[in-house]
């Protein structure tokens, strides 16, 4: 009986109480979260919120710079839009869905040998190596991709010594020798920029996995890979689907690995966007062509989100 | 031979990772490598001869370090008020609950959950339409704007995980509210916005595309610069930056945690 | 300490009226009158959930009640919030301040309160705890002895009028939370505080405390001094909880002067009316398990004793004594600790015994509780 261990008291506090949870309920004040919230939630509302829906009338408003904009519903914007980006769309979301899945198998050995295989000296190096790239603007970074994949370098030596850009070639992602201003360079150039936003909520999720874990499935007669296809990748499955997340949204808004490292035929929706917005100045399919990349994403992130059966991200 | 194979297999997770590290690093090494080019030409993608010239004049190309002062500027700022915002409304979700918290939670998580083009584009046309010149101010607005988010996430994080009876300590032993804040709250609380404030300034120092879509013709920040240059030529001096936020950030945090390790250690 | 002008000397009675917490629907403590003398050592003893820490946490002021009053030294407190009250918590896993080191930890009230001499008083108190070496570290370079004696020592230097204590050793090994058992002890009698001390552990309240509440569902199922409660159970959870006991169904079929006579386990048993807690016919007949004697079927039991044949169905060693596990005729299971003194070698599973013992070591309780309340089976 002695052995009873005691759980902290009942602190069931009804919602919307305006009570702070567990502490002292005299300094309680209904009004204090909203004033707390009210300058922060202010600042999305007024320059997240609304400039989204003003998008959305923008994207139905038909005229010009000098004349002015009016909202004429006129939904052919969006037809246009669809018809003319139409092959952006789909290598957006290619070259997105591509970069995330390398990312996943590239990310995650790392990941892994942070969490498991590193001591914890090498553990802190290793993470400051990962996140450390951050620090250096992004845009030197992928501008160093051109010195790395040019024409005749060392990387593009290799790959024809050994017979792979002819495989490329074949299924369309190099042409000839080059690999610069070709899909293969704006999905490498994809997947290096987003890959610390895989593999940190990999190790996030793999860290927490108690070693102890792993020697009981090897007492239960798991072998090493079994023992990771049942355990241990599993319970890292909400690092997954984070990482994943994180990396395919905004690889698919990107339009600066396909401008730097592209050619114009390889460009994304981002760069129809930046061209509409700042060259042909045509707000209206700018607005249209973000809000049809914003639907097609939120609904695909629900959807997978749904599969993968976690909705509690944040 | 076959014991070779056995040790490849045996070590094949370490040397996937270490792989995958090499080709994270890779493009850092490049920058430090060619910031000693003397390039042929207006572009720095092949090697020619070892210099040193950039590092002795890092402040030669014109407008590159205006253009990193104001970098700056910006990030410094938009740290501040992203910080302060976003500490405010992390205190809001983690300690109380009222009407509309999931609502403000959906509200925090959505613009880390949009592809940044979408909500650069929607905003400049919000500037656009309300015929707000674009300049510093609209940088700056859009900068707090999306740093916000990511203030908020750390800081409820370690707000969240704070023993919440070290502040019912304080207040048994005589401490007023007030005194709870800012005698015990606020230090055990400072890790998180640390860390939070540490985010805001490196995403907005390094962002360009809500930039770009949200800056007017005089306001060019070193990322805006970066991409000019990436269509006109790239002075040397670009990786010489580069290489020295690198080595800075490193620096950093290495001696931070040397230090914070010594503190363990010895206090 | 006693030099310093104590609050303490304008007296810590402690009483609560009517006090009572709920949590929307949930009533975490029904509406309890509770008055702790001056200089006590006063125990609040059940399990998780019993409500005990949200009554030790409505006398701080951490949780707001939702009826009655709380009165500390004469003086109603119920409106005044925890910094405003003459009371001192030592926190369950002690909440020290992480970011302050064991001098600021213990100097923080007195500096809230703006007390001059702070340096003196804070080295006399951790002189006191010895822990003096230790001012200048944080408290994570502490072992969880010495964090329990800053988190003490923080507390006290503040001479509150009542000191609170919510579980304050539950974080402690055996071997420790024994040791500090006793010191924490020493350490009231000392200052002559009151000290209110939630806990779980129902040896660990015997050892420390003059009183007892035994809580359990958010009541006070009885309170009274450690023996008087242990001896004479008034409720089944009570007679479980602390200690065991042996519970028998029994059926009042008469009485005899002093005694009353029951029915159980196929046996005519009798008891104290003095210790008969119920006026129902049907009851539970309790024993202590060390009260009673085991001895071979074949062996003589002297008149007057209550006496219970059965055969063993089991039996642990347990070093100090044997446990025993007898099945009555009457189809009862019963426990009975001996003493490893005289052992009858006889006295193994499977044979024949007789139980005895004194009819003025047996209670009765009313029939309509639960008769495993506060056993580790009966859901907590």
């Known amino acids: 009986m002695s052995t009873l261990t005691e759980a902290a008291p009942p602190q069931a506090i009804p919602p919307d109480s305006g009570q702070p949870a567990g502490s002292a309920p005299r300094t309680r004040r209904k009004l204090t979260p909203y004033w707390l919230l009210l300058p922060g939630v202010a600042w999305l509302v007024v320059f997240f919120a609304v400039p989204m829906l003003y998008q959305g009338s923008t994207s139905l408003q038909t005229g010009s710079l000098e004349d002015g904009f009016r909202v004429t519903w006129h939904l052919a914007t969006y037809w246009d839009a669809l018809v003319e980006y139409k092959w952006h769309f789909v290598r957006s979301f290619g070259y997105a869905a591509t970069a995330t899945l390398l990312c996943l198998a590239i990310g995650y050995p790392l990941a892994y040998t942070i969490a498991f295989k590193a001591s914890k000296r090498w553990r802190s190096v290793l993470l400051i190596l990962v996140i450390a790239p951050f620090f250096t603007s992004f845009l030197i970074r992928t ?125 994304m929706v981002g760069n129809g966007i930046q061209k509409q917005f700042l060259n042909v100045l045509d707000y209206p399919t700018a607005a249209a062509l973000s809000f049809i990349l914003m639907a097609l994403i939120l609904g695909m992130v629900t959807v997978y989100m749904r599969k993968a059966g976690t909705e509690e991200l944040v | 031979m076959s014991r070779f194979f056995t040790w490849i297999r045996a070590h094949l997770v370490v040397l996937a990772g270490l792989l995958a590290l090499a080709y994270l690093v890779l493009p850092n090494l490049v920058v430090l490598a060619f910031s000693f080019n003397k390039p042929v030409g207006k572009f720095n993608y092949e090697w020619n001869e070892f210099s040193t010239d950039a590092w002795t004049d890092p402040c030669g190309v014109a407008d590159m ?203 | 300490m006693t030099e310093q002008q104590s609050p303490a000397a304008v007296g810590g009675d402690v009483r609560l009226t009517g006090i009572g917490k709920t949590y929307g629907s949930f009533t975490a403590v029904h509406p309890l009158d509770l008055t702790v003398p001056q200089g006590s050592f006063f125990a609040l003893l059940g399990a998780s959930g019993c409500g005990k820490t949200t009554t030790l946490r409505m006398i701080a002021g951490l949780e707001e009640p939702t009826s009655g009053t709380v009165l500390i030294g004469g003086q109603d407190v119920t409106a005044l919030p925890p910094y405003k009250r003459p009371v001192n918590t030592v926190f369950q896993s002690y909440a020290l301040f992480p970011h302050l080191d064991i001098f600021e930890n213990v100097a923080f009230g007195l500096r809230r309160r703006g007390r001059k001499d702070v340096k003196k008083q804070v080295e006399d108190m951790l002189e006191l705890v010895e822990l003096g070496q230790y001012a200048r570290r944080k408290p994570h370079q502490l072992s969880g002895g010495q964090q329990q004696r800053v988190a003490v020592a923080r507390a006290l230097i503040n001479h509150p009028q009542v000191l609170l204590l919510d579980e304050p050793l539950g974080a402690l090994d055996l071997k420790l939370r024994r040791q500090m058992q006793l010191e924490l002890k020493r350490i009231q009698t000392e200052v002559g505080i009151t000290f209110v001390h939630v806990t779980h552990d129902q040896e660990e309240a015997m050892t420390m405390a003059d009183t007892i509440a035994v809580m359990n569902g958010g009541r006070v199922e009885q309170l009274g001094a450690p023996a008087e409660l242990y001896e004479n159970p008034a409720t089944t959870f009570v007679a479980n909880f602390l200690g065991q006991s042996n519970l028998l169904p029994a059926d009042v079929t008469g009485g005899a002067g002093e005694d009353l006579l029951l029915s159980a386990a196929g046996a005519r048993l009798t008891v104290p009316r003095a210790r008969c807690a119920t006026e129902a016919r049907r009851v ?24 219970l044949a059965g055969t063993v169905v089991d039996s642990s060693f347990i070093g100090v004594s044997t446990q025993y596990l007898v099945r009555t005729e009457g189809g009862q299971e019963v426990t009975v600790f001996e003493q490893n003194m005289e052992r009858d070698a006889r006295v193994v599973p499977g044979a024949p015994v007789v139980l005895h013992w004194n009819p003025a070591h047996s209670f009765a309780l009313d029939a309509a509780q639960a008769i495993d309340a506060g056993t580790g089976e009966a859901a907590a």
């Open chain 1, 143 to 267: 501008l160093a991709w051109k010195t790395i994949l040019s024409d005749g370098g060392p990387v593009v030596g290799l790959l024809n010594t050994l017979h792979v850009l002819d495989v490329t070639s074949a299924i369309g992602l190099t042409s000839g020798d080059r690999v610069l201003a070709t899909p293969l360079a704006v999905v490498c150039g994809l997947t290096y920029n987003f890959l610390p936003f895989m593999i940190l909520p990999l190790y996030t999720s793999l860290e927490r996995i108690d070693p102890r874990l792993h020697e009981a499935a090897g007492d239960l007669y798991a072998r090493p890979f079994t023992t990771f296809r049942k355990v241990t990748f599993p319970i890292s499955l909400p690092g997954v689907v984070a990482g994943t997340l994180l990396t395919f949204i905004p690889a698919s808004g990107d339009y600066i690995n396909a401008q730097l490292l592209g050619s114009p035929s390889e460009q």
């Open chain 2, 65 to 267: 370090c205006q253009s990193l002062s104001l970098s700056l500027q910006v990030a410094v700022l938009a740290t501040v008020g992203a910080t302060v915002l976003g500490t405010m409304v992390a205190f809001a979700l983690a300690r109380y609950r009222f009407r509309g918290r999931s609502a403000t939670t959906a509200m925090i998580f959505l613009p880390m959950a949009m592809p940044e083009v979408v909500m650069a584009a929607s905003l400049g046309t919000l500037f656009l339409n309300m015929r707000i010149p674009f300049g510093f101010t609209t940088i700056l607005i859009a900068h707090i704007m999306f740093c916000l988010s990511f203030v908020v996430t750390a800081v409820k994080a370690r707000v969240m995980s704070m023993d919440p009876r070290l502040e019912q300590a304080a207040q048994d032993l005589y401490a007023t509210p007030v005194q709870t804040f800012l005698r015990v709250t606020l230090p055990l609380a400072a890790p998180g916005i640390a860390a939070g404030a540490l985010l805001s300034f490196a995403l907005s120092f390094d962002d360009f595309i809500i930039t770009q879509f949200n800056s007017g013709p005089t306001t060019v920040t070193f990322p805006m610069f970066v991409w000019g240059a990436s269509q006109r030529g790239i002075p040397v001096q670009v990786n010489v930056i580069g290489t020295a936020m690198f080595i800075a950030a490193v620096g950093l945090t290495v001696g931070g945690q040397w230090l914070g390790n010594r503190r363990k250690a010895t206090a």
């Open chain 3, 284 to 307: 539970h007949l309790g024993v202590r398990p060390e009260k009673i004697t085991i001895e071979h079927g074949s062996a003589e039991v002297a008149e007057g004793r209550n006496r």
